[in-house]
Nanobody, 123 residues
């Protein structure tokens, strides 16, 4: 079973950037599709971006397309989410997890959640 830990969150001003990291402390990550999800206070958790095991298929939600970039370094057992041009509506707790459904237009099938990392976009 994967043991994913998120890091890199923090407070940033609108227009700023952050890079989130998702590292697997156990065995190699290179057979798994991984997704970043977020949950804002009072809202449902939503898929933000997902990447296939070798990076050939990537999904972005419409709300982050063009601003966020997902990538992975399987040698380091790490998946990244580079977030730029951040907006207040990007505020929330960000989670990474294994996903079982991944297309360029959809991502889901996640059922295990860690503690997440909090991103706050505010002036």
């Amino acid at each position: 079973q994967l043991q994913l830990v998120e890091s890199g969150g923090g407070l940033v001003q609108p227009g700023g950037s952050l890079r989130l990291s998702c590292i697997n402390s156990g065995f190699t990550l290179d057979r798994y599709a991984i997704g970043w999800f977020r949950q804002a206070p009072g809202k449902k958790r939503e898929a933000v971006s997902c990447i296939s095991s070798q990076g050939g298929t990537i999904y972005y939600s419409d709300s982050v397309k063009g601003r966020f970039t997902i990538s992975r370094d399987n040698a380091k057992n790490t998946v990244y989410l580079q977030m730029s041009s951040l907006k207040p509506e990007d505020t929330g707790t960000y989670y990474c997890t294994q996903v079982r459904l991944l297309r360029t237009i959809a991502c889901g099938g996640a059922d295990t959640w860690g503690k997440g990392t909090l991103v706050t976009v505010s002036s």
